[in-house]
T-cell receptor, first 115, second 117 residues
Framework: RKEVEQDPGPFNVPEGATVAFNCTYS??????FFWYRQDCRKEPKLLMS???SGNEDGRFTAQLNRASQYISLLIRDSKLSDSATYLC????????????????FGTGTLLAVQP | GAGVSQSPRYKVTKRGQDVALRCDPI?????LYWYRQALGQGPEFLTY????????KSGLPNDRFSAERPEGSISTLTIQRTEQRDSAMYRC???????????????FGPGTRLLVL
């Protein structure tokens, strides 16, 4: 089983739609969670960190469910410019439970917003 | 300010040759990471440094891969006796050290596309 699993998509949605991505992680002791965005032929960039209480940044909402070990990203009112690959990311956890700076990436979910 | 820079951006080499990939992190970022990204996949961790110390090299595939950061700034990832399976995008990232606000954000460079013929 992969440490971080995502549906690779593609998700084809019309402009203005609401779209949700889910991601599951295998290590229950993981402590830090993120969504990165990667445009075609570009480097990954942090979109948002994911906190236990959930967090929102404009049209983007991230949720964490520790009991089920999944992370979600909701995009409302999709724009053409939202078309990209969305990478679910988790910090590795050491044997003693401490977090490291080593990031574990999912394969990414491709979003294509259609006009 | 300047972001993470990598050179060369593209490298084509013949099987069996050695290659050296360079990373110049953001000024003030003491943590530096190397990742490898295959097409259609997320980045895969290779190794990372705090200052000049290599903290974790568990992701290096085998002993043909090595990395150094002798002065705690620029880093070099070296692949000896390259093989076709080494072809990939090699990405470098940097961040503030743990304990600093915003330390969780890793800033990635544009990558070096390596093609081994």
């Amino acid at each position: 089983r992969k440490e971080v699993e995502q549906d690779p998509g593609p998700f084809n949605v019309p402009e203005g739609a609401t779209v949700a991505f889910n991601c599951t992680y295998s290590n229950s002791a993981s402590q830090s969670f993120f969504w990165y965005r990667q445009d075609c032929r570009k480097e990954p960039k942090l979109l948002m960190s994911v906190y236990s209480s959930g967090n929102e940044d404009g049209r983007f909402t991230a949720q964490l469910n520790r009991a089920s070990q999944y992370i979600s990203l909701l995009i409302r009112d999709s724009k053409l410019s939202d078309s990209a690959t969305y990478l679910c990311v988790v910090n590795e956890v050491m044997n003693y439970g401490g977090a490291t700076n080593k990031l574990i990436f999912g394969t990414g979910t491709l979003l294509a917003v259609q006009p | 300010g300047a972001g993470v820079s990598q050179s060369p951006r593209y490298k084509v080499t013949k099987r069996g040759q050695d290659v050296a990939l360079r990373c110049d992190p953001i000024s003030g970022h003491v943590s530096l990471y190397w990742y490898r990204q295959a097409l259609g996949q997320g980045p895969e961790f290779l190794t990372y440094f705090n200052y000049e110390a290599q903290q974790d090299k568990s992701g290096l595939p085998n002993d043909r891969f090595s990395a150094e950061r002798p002065e705690g700034s620029i880093s070099t990832l070296t692949i000896q006796r390259t093989e076709q399976r080494d072809s990939a995008m090699y990405r470098c990232a940097s961040s503030l050290p743990r304990g600093k606000r915003g330390q969780e954000t890793q800033y990635f460079g544009p990558g070096t596309r390596l093609l081994v013929l």
